[in-house]
């Protein structure tokens, strides 16, 4: 009886509605700090549609609630868009310029690639930067429609990343500097990072390397505001964590989850049949939506209230 009551205490003080704290109440039980407030909340988000697939809900929740919210796009996500995506903006970009003889050669000779390339041909420096862009304006569109200031979105852009073919390098002193630098820019109160390792091609675990190698640099030289600071990895677009494992739980309610498909929703590139699905067919908003009610449907059998979806957090302790 004493363990099963303390097992319910400890689950009951994961579930939050406030992933940044409540300010003015007793933050003894709850897994975020209600001090100070508002808090800078820095999200890093390997790919540009991690963010809102994995912890739309909480993103909305932050802004909500008042506080700074940033979002770090650690890769440009280009070999995720397919040929036709180029040729449907670059149509629209020749209509709208018309007179721009540079602009329509350049469309003629992009178009000229498009229609010779072989499969499994790497694309040319120049559309590897269209598709970057493509998935820079989504990912832009995601943050007005969630209320992220546009110039609270940082765009990354890790060398790593960039070779053109599902295959990447190994990360580099160049990738830890970049991320180190815009920790150091941005002072977070709390981050939230992919703990989801099983994307099929290893970006999640190498972006999260390389935040928790900035860390321990930043560690090393006694930065002083990582003293008021929390790190939380968060999963949902390939996997979820097991409710033993979960430190904060933020309940996401039907209007919210609504939002949070909308935010999706903004991808388009990634919509219907995303180039890179692994082992799931579903669209990511449907594995979102799926894993998020039953991480709820699992506290409310444990005999928590019931929520209509949950996402959950598990708390990295860097120090």
């Known amino acids: 009886e ?42 890093f988000s390997p790919h540009p549609d991690d963010d809102v697939i994995s912890m739309g809900g909480t993103l909305l929740r932050l802004v909500d609630q008042g506080h700074e919210v940033h979002v770090a796009y650690q890769t440009s996500g280009n070999i995720a868009v397919f040929d036709d995506e180029v040729i449907r903006f670059l149509d629209f970009a020749t209509d709208v310029q018309q007179d721009n003889v540079a602009l329509q050669k350049q469309f003629q000779d992009v178009r000229a690639f498009l229609n010779s390339k072989k499969p499994g041909e790497v694309d040319s420096p120049e559309i590897q930067h269209f598709k970057g862009l493509i998935r820079k304006g989504e990912a832009l569109a995601a943050c007005r429609y969630c209320g992220v200031d546009e110039a609270n979105a940082h765009f990354q852009n890790l060398p790593f990343y960039e070779t053109g073919t599902v295959k990447k390098k190994p990360h580099s002193e160049a990738d830890v500097e970049i991320t180190y630098q815009l920790l150091q820019e941005v002072k977070p109160h709390q981050i939230f990072a992919a703990g989801d390792l099983s994307d099929p091609h290893g970006t999640h675990r190498v972006c999260l390397q390389i935040i928790f190698s900035a860390l321990d640099r930043l560690v090393a030289e006694g930065a002083e505001w990582l003293k008021d600071c929390y790190v939380w990895l968060y999963r949902g677009a390939w996997q979820e964590w097991d409710i033993a494992d979960m430190e904060m739980a933020v309940p996401v309610g039907p209007m919210d989850m609504e ?32 894993r998020n009610k039953e991480t709820a449907c699992k506290y409310n059998e444990l005999g928590m209230a019931e929520y209509e979806a949950m996402e959950g957090f598990v708390r990295y302790h860097f120090m």
């Open 259 to 290: 939002r949070k498909k909308n935010a999706i929703f903004k991808h388009q590139s990634q919509k219907d049949s995303a180039m890179f699905p692994g082992n799931d067919d579903r669209e990511f908003w449907q594995r979102a939506e799926q």
């Open 2 to 43: 004493h363990i099963n009551l303390m097992v319910f205490n400890q689950l009951q003080s994961t579930i939050t509605g406030w992933p940044g704290g409540k300010p003015n109440a007793d933050d003894s039980a709850r897994p975020e700090r209600k001090d100070p407030y508002p808090k800078r909340s820095l999200i």
